[in-house]
Each structure stands twice: as structure tokens, then as C-alpha cells.
């Protein structure tokens, strides 16, 4: 099936500092993945839309020059937490989509990157 | 936007245990799939299920698209089902997929 890995899986960086995350397809390619953002015992909130080749579609109250994302090839996408705050700590999860025959998207999720800014 | 209900908030069962998780959306969709995040925060995929009934073992899942809901049965629970589950729905004509609140259970042994 569908594998989607994510690196690191977490990470401690100091307040200022810009945090990478990885996300990639492993066995299949990916022209779009999504990255969310979950906060302790909340929902996974979807941050934004990576597309591979063009630029990013954030959601509404999601900061683009704070979260970079990089979707430059068919298997790997990456988001950027620039100048890294405390409040920036959560856990972020990436996903991919396979279609699936009737032409729907099914998700398929990284391990997520637990992200901690000091 | 679609909103994405899912009841209950919070379960806790006996080991043994059977239990129903619901989820109803406010508008039509292309595709639904239900999620187990366990305690590590890892999201496994238990179904993908926009129409009709499917099962995994102890795990099925139904959804009537036309009625906007879907449920999760668990039967036989077991301490390690804990954790949250999660329904997700793509919206119809779109491309997102929008998670509802959760529901939070824990099987005690």
C-alpha cells in the first residue's frame, strides 16, 4: 500500500531558528499532499495544499511567510517553520494522496513531526 | 464550509465491549475514511468508505451518503483499540479533506 514517510520525527530548536520537515511518497508519486497541524487532544487542522511545481494554497489564518513549503518534486514535499516561536510547537503531520478508482483523493499520513520550540 | 460532527466526544468501555462512533457532514462528499491515531500520534487508515459497509475484523464501518453520516462499530474491544478516532470527509467538487473533533476512546482491561 501506500507509504508516506516524515523526517525528523521530532525536533527541539531554540525561539529564532528555522525548523525543516520532510514528507515523501515512497512507492507512489504524489502531484499534491496537504500538511496539518495538531495541537494537544484537538483535531488535525489542515494548514495548507502542496502542489507540486507551483506554489502553495495555505488556508485562511495560516502565515505563508512563516510556513515555507517546497513541492519540487513528485515525492517529496517540505515545510519550513521560519524564525520559530514557542507558540509554533505542535505536532505537524503530512499526507499524500492516492486516488483511489472512483477518481477521490485517499489519504494516506505521515508519522507526524512533533515539533518543540524552546 | 462542510462541518464534520462526530459523536461521542469521549468513550470509555469495559474490555469486551461493543460500541458505535458516529460521524455526520453537512454537505455531500467524494470521500470519507476513518482514522485511528494512537498514543505515539501516528493516524493508521481503518477504512475508506464514501458509500456502503465494509469490515476489518472487529472493525466496520457504513456510510449512507445520501443521509450525510457514517458509523464506526468496534466490537470486542481491546485495551489496545485506545486512542482517537477520526473522521475525515472530502468534500464533493473539491480537494481538501476536513477532519471532525474526534472522539476519544479509552478500553479499560
Known amino acids: 500500500g501506500a507509504v508516506v514517510s516524515q523526517h525528523p520525527s521530532w525536533v527541539i530548536c531554540k525561539s529564532g531558528t528555522s525548523v525543516k520537515i520532510e514528507c515523501r511518497s515512497l512507492d507512489f508519486q504524489a502531484t499534491t499532499m496537504f500538511w496539518y497541524r495538531q495541537f494537544p487532544k484537538q483535531s488535525l487542522m489542515l494548514m495548507a495544499t502542496s502542489n507540486e511545481g507551483s506554489k502553495a494554497t495555505y488556508e485562511q489564518g495560516v502565515e505563508k511567510d512563516k510556513f515555507l513549503i517546497n513541492h519540487a518534486s513528485l515525492t517529496l514535499s517540505t515545510l519550513t517553520v521560519t524564525s520559530a516561536h514557542p507558540e509554533d510547537s505542535s505536532f505537524y503531520i503530512c499526507?499524500?494522496?492516492?486516488?483511489?478508482?472512483?477518481?477521490?483523493?485517499?489519504?494516506?499520513f505521515g508519522a507526524g513531526s512533533r515539533l518543540t520550540v524552546l | 464550509g462542510i462541518q464534520v460532527e462526530q459523536s461521542p466526544p469521549d468513550l470509555i468501555l469495559q474490555e469486551g465491549a461493543n460500541s458505535t462512533l458516529r460521524c455526520n457532514f453537512s454537505d455531500s462528499v467524494n470521500n470519507l475514511q476513518w482514522f485511528h491515531q494512537n498514543p505515539w500520534g501516528q493516524l493508521i487508515n481503518l477504512f475508506y468508505?464514501?458509500?456502503g459497509t465494509k469490515q476489518n475484523g472487529r472493525l466496520s464501518a457504513t456510510t449512507v451518503a445520501t443521509e450525510r453520516y457514517s458509523l464506526l462499530y468496534i466490537s470486542s474491544s481491546q485495551t489496545t483499540d485506545s486512542g482517537v478516532y477520526f473522521c475525515?470527509?472530502?468534500?464533493?467538487?473539491?480537494?481538501?479533506?476536513?477532519f471532525g473533533a474526534g472522539t476519544r476512546l479509552f478500553v479499560k482491561a
Open positions: 499526507s499524500a494522496s492516492a486516488s483511489a478508482s472512483s477518481g477521490a483523493n485517499v489519504l494516506t
Open positions: 475525515a470527509v472530502g468534500i464533493t467538487g473539491g480537494f481538501k479533506t476536513i
Open positions: 468508505i464514501p458509500s
